[in-house]
């Protein structure tokens, strides 16, 4: 006669059977013991920015944030970490996990300390999400300065090499390489550095400077009131806002650094996570509302780069970049 098999024994088999065919299934083995992998974002996704509060950087993220946030289905608290032309929050979140759950809002004043070798960071360092904004540079002037046009101005600076002051980001910023590409063509004009935003345009109004280097979003105000003129436009072609502007193009002046806004992770970040952020992201731009505060600001409406178009075009302008900080003396 057959043996019974055990109870004991009966459970033992049928419990080794079940866990086989878990990992036949390929269910991992954290949820046969009861364990469930965790869904991402499962929690708020922390979002530093890497300047001040009230600039163009910081109302560029809370307005990202508040249009993803119901999206992703979770909060993305901005704080601002300013310091070190961005590296000091860059710096954070490189401390950080790669886990998707600290992200940075990014500025072409931080990229521009790579190839100045003043970055704590290289472009492989991080993952670069989406880029959100491109905003073309312009040369400002009070609403009564005596130039009226960019020829007065350049005629004046020729006459007058380094007499005219342009308030500016800083020393090796882009501000400050366009001016110095004005010098070689003739146009010699002093750069005078001031970190804050609200510092360079008090400046300019005050009449500390004749000259502000400044995109037209962070300065609408004061140009809707008349306080500050545009003489000259550094793009290919004229913005539909400002078209009486000529553009540095139309004046055979080969130099346009726009500024460009984006949000960036840290490298190893789980491509799925990287992927879920981006197209959040992305469906938050494509609203109504990003559109009109894009409109507002006077951002390029071809600012969207998603993750792979993104890093190949930050290591080009990386390779611009280092090319004329080399030639104007900057950086041996």
């Given at each position: 006669m057959r043996e019974r098999m055990k109870p004991g024994r009966c459970l033992s088999v049928v419990v080794y059977l079940l866990f086989s065919a878990v990992l036949m299934a390929g269910i991992p083995a954290e949820e046969c013991r009861g364990q469930t992998v965790e869904k991402y974002p499962?929690?708020?996704?922390?979002?530093?920015?890497?300047?001040?509060?009230?600039?163009?950087?910081?109302?560029?993220?809370?307005?990202?944030?508040?249009?993803?946030?119901?999206?992703?289905?979770?909060?993305?608290?901005?704080?601002?970490?300013?310091?070190?032309?961005?590296?000091?929050?860059?710096?954070?979140?490189?401390?950080?996990k790669a886990d998707g759950y600290t992200i940075a809002a990014y500025v072409q004043d931080t990229m521009m300390t790579i190839p100045m070798g003043l970055a704590r960071h290289k472009v492989e360092d991080l993952e670069w999400l989406v880029r959100t904004q491109v905003a073309d540079s312009f040369l400002f002037v009070k609403g009564d300065s005596p130039f009226k046009t960019v020829q007065d101005l350049f005629e004046y600076a020729k006459a007058n090499p380094g007499k005219l002051r342009v308030a500016a980001t800083g020393f090796g910023t882009p501000d400050d390489v366009t001016v110095r590409y004005l010098e070689k063509k003739g146009y010699k004009m002093t750069t005078i550095p001031y970190p804050k935003p609200g510092e360079r345009y008090a400046a300019a109004l005050g009449g500390h400077t004749e000259v502000l280097y400044e995109q037209a979003g962070d300065v609408k105000q004061y140009l809707e009131a008349g306080q500050l003129r545009p003489l000259i436009i550094f793009a290919e072609k004229r913005l539909p806002a400002f078209p009486d502007v000529p553009t540095s193009a139309e004046l055979g002046l080969s130099i346009t650094l726009p500024q460009f806004r984006g949000i960036v992770a840290k490298k190893g970040l789980p491509a799925d996570c990287a992927q879920t952020i981006a197209e959040a992201m992305r469906k938050a731009m494509e609203t109504q509302e990003w559109k009109k505060f894009a409109e507002d600001w006077y951002i390029r409406p071809d600012s969207y780069l998603g993750r792979q178009e993104y890093e190949k075009w930050v290591a080009g302008e990386v390779a611009i970049l280092n090319k004329l900080i080399i030639e104007f003396g900057l950086r041996k």
């Amino acid at each position: 006669m057959r043996e019974r098999m055990k109870p004991g024994r009966c459970l033992s088999v049928v419990v080794y059977l079940l866990f086989s065919a878990v990992l036949m299934a390929g269910i991992p083995a954290e949820e046969c013991r009861g364990q469930t992998v965790e869904k991402y974002p499962s929690r708020p996704i922390d979002l530093i920015c890497t300047f001040g509060a009230g600039g163009g950087l910081d109302t560029m993220a809370r307005q990202l944030s508040s249009l993803t946030q119901p999206i992703l289905g979770v909060a993305l608290p901005v704080s601002n970490l300013p310091g070190a032309a961005g590296n000091v929050a860059i710096t954070q979140l490189l401390g950080s996990k790669a886990d998707g759950y600290t992200i940075a809002a990014y500025v072409q004043d931080t990229m521009m300390t790579i190839p100045m070798g003043l970055a704590r960071h290289k472009v492989e360092d991080l993952e670069w999400l989406v880029r959100t904004q491109v905003a073309d540079s312009f040369l400002f002037v009070k609403g009564d300065s005596p130039f009226k046009t960019v020829q007065d101005l350049f005629e004046y600076a020729k006459a007058n090499p380094g007499k005219l002051r342009v308030a500016a980001t800083g020393f090796g910023t882009p501000d400050d390489v366009t001016v110095r590409y004005l010098e070689k063509k003739g146009y010699k004009m002093t750069t005078i550095p001031y970190p804050k935003p609200g510092e360079r345009y008090a400046a300019a109004l005050g009449g500390h400077t004749e000259v502000l280097y400044e995109q037209a979003g962070d300065v609408k105000q004061y140009l809707e009131a008349g306080q500050l003129r545009p003489l000259i436009i550094f793009a290919e072609k004229r913005l539909p806002a400002f078209p009486d502007v000529p553009t540095s193009a139309e004046l055979g002046l080969s130099i346009t650094l726009p500024q460009f806004r984006g949000i960036v992770a840290k490298k190893g970040l789980p491509a799925d996570c990287a992927q879920t952020i981006a197209e959040a992201m992305r469906k938050a731009m494509e609203t109504q509302e990003w559109k009109k505060f894009a409109e507002d600001w006077y951002i390029r409406p071809d600012s969207y780069l998603g993750r792979q178009e993104y890093e190949k075009w930050v290591a080009g302008e990386v390779a611009i970049l280092n090319k004329l900080i080399i030639e104007f003396g900057l950086r041996k």
